[in-house]
């Protein structure tokens, strides 16, 4: 009896921990990670990532617009993504550190919170909360990516036509509105709603709607022709935000696709958007470019050096506040990712963010063949471009700039776990 009781506590044993190498390798799902109402929730959470940016309503405070959006999210991502993450704990943890882009991410995240504790700003533990959340961010879409790439993909076409929907009744109503800011209801620059009540930030949030919108990939009719009229409204929109930068990142980013991609639909779309985008130039645009000339950014760019200069190796700390200032102007950044990050962290810190997107450009350039890939290399290039003119913070939460960032390194490690969960299923080694 005791020979046989022992045999059957081995097989349980044996069976508890067959269970438990299963679920170490096991991929990424929502509908089998958690229940049902759970993943349609991190997926209106999700969804609403990327649109409440346009459509959350404007807070109370003048400067905090968008306190309404960032609220919300705590109930609509933050709390099912804290608890796909807690479930599925040492899957993210292993993926997080077997990846070269992971170990980077984690290595900048953990300088920029310790820069931090020496920063002027006096909050180390606001800008430690943005890198946890930074990421669960990236984690958590990376996760979509890798086991739902099909959701996602929806889930990226749907944002584009709730941003559409957005920029069409922000350029119906605008003659209209009641600005904050009246300058720039004067200059007939349109903005959005809620965090993008800023010409510039909407341009930069719309632009990157266009670039992935046109890389995707649609089967119906009816969702074909949402798509071209969803890109056609968008495209008026960044427009009439006048934003130089932002039109600028489209033409390179369409450029690059022209001439990146093999797929015919692709490149008619790439080519249809740098014709438009020429003749709007060559007919008043370019006379628009050079009344506004460079707008400060050469003498921004050496008293960013300055400032690089005097704190080479640690930085200031990260949420430091520092000032430029350029004649009569004065801005509290450098209107550029790259000298900012390296002001805030120091150089060494900038260098792990230089070496992630490189990376993270890399993936993109080798999957371009994927839909995904193709999303993710167009995003890509349209950030970088639009990086070296304004949108300079990361490390903050949910906004424009956090999502030019940020969004493409989750792609990224999607696309990497997803291409590793496929060879393994083949038995067969991955770079990726």
Known sequence: MQRDETREVRSSMQLEESKMSVMRGQRFHLQTDLPRWVGGWLLLGMWWLLVGLAASPVGSKVWNPGKPYHDSLIVLFMAPALWWVWKR????????????????????????????????????????????????????????????????????????????????????????????????QEEGRVVAFGALDNPNLAAFAYGAAIVWLAQSAVRERWKHVVQILSLIVMAVFVVLTYCRSAWLAILVAQACMLIATRHGHVKLRAFAILVVSVAAVAFGGWRYVEERGMSYRPQIFEQAKAWIRAHPWRGLGEGSHYTIQVAD??????????????????????????????????????????????????????????????????????????FLGWLPVAMSMGLSWSIRDSQRDRGTEVRA
């Not at 800008?127 to 990376?142: D, E, H, P």
């Not at 099909?150 to 009744?169: H, P, S």
């Not at 962290?345 to 900038?350: A, D, K, L, S």
């Open 89 to 184: 704990r040492g899957e993210f943890g292993r993926r997080l550190i077997s990846g070269v882009d992971g170990r980077l991410l984690l290595v900048f995240l953990a300088w920029a919170g310790l820069s931090a504790t020496w920063s002027n700003y006096g909050h180390a533990g606001d800008m430690v909360f943005n890198a946890v959340y930074i990421l669960l961010f990236v984690v958590v879409w990376a996760a979509v990516v890798a086991g739902n790439p099909q959701w996602f993909r929806e889930l990226l076409f749907w944002a584009a036509i709730g941003l559409a929907l957005v920029a069409l009744g922000a350029v119906t109503i605008f003659p209209s509105r009641v600005l904050h800011t009246l300058s720039w």
């Open 329 to 402: 102007q004065t801005w509290t950044h450098s209107h550029n990712v790259f000298t900012h990050t390296a002001i805030m962290v120091g150089i060494p810190g900038m260098l792990v963010w230089v070496a992630l997107w490189i990376v993270v450009g890399w993936r993109g350039w080798l999957f371009r063949h994927l839909t995904t890939g193709r999303c993710l290399l167009a995003l890509w290039v349209f950030a970088t471009v639009a990086f070296q003119f304004d949108a300079p913070e990361l490390m903050q939460k949910p906004s424009v700039e956090w």
